[in-house]
Structures are given as C-alpha cells and as structure tokens.
C-alpha cells in the first residue's frame, strides 16, 4: 500500500487539487492480494485513473 498511496499522494499535491480540511481514502479490498483505493480531490490529477462517486 506505501508505494501506491505515496504515489498517488504525490500526483495530488502536484496538481494542487487536494482538500486539507476534507481529506477523504476510501478501500476496497478486492482479494488477499489486492485492493482499490479512491482518495478525494477537487479536480482530476493529471497520470491517474478517475471516478466519480455521488449520492442520488
């Protein structure tokens, strides 16, 4: 998990899209060996894959 959310953590703060005051991880562990990770940010991060999530 270190290098993954260091990564993308990094991409974050490069594209200055991240909310200090809302900082949000979301996982989801799909096996023993692997796991989805979705962090909240306020515009799209230039390198990484994007989804949006909303409440209807």
């Given at each position: ?40 940010v306020l515009?799209?991060?230039p ?8 409440i209807?």
């Amino acid at each position: 998990m270190g290098r993954v959310f260091a990564r993308v953590h990094k991409h974050i703060g490069d594209a200055s899209t991240s909310d200090a005051d809302q900082f949000l991880v979301l996982r989801q562990n799909i096996s023993s060996w692997s796991c989805e990770r979705r962090f909240s940010v306020l515009k799209p991060v230039p390198g990484e894959e994007m989804t949006r999530l909303s409440i209807s």
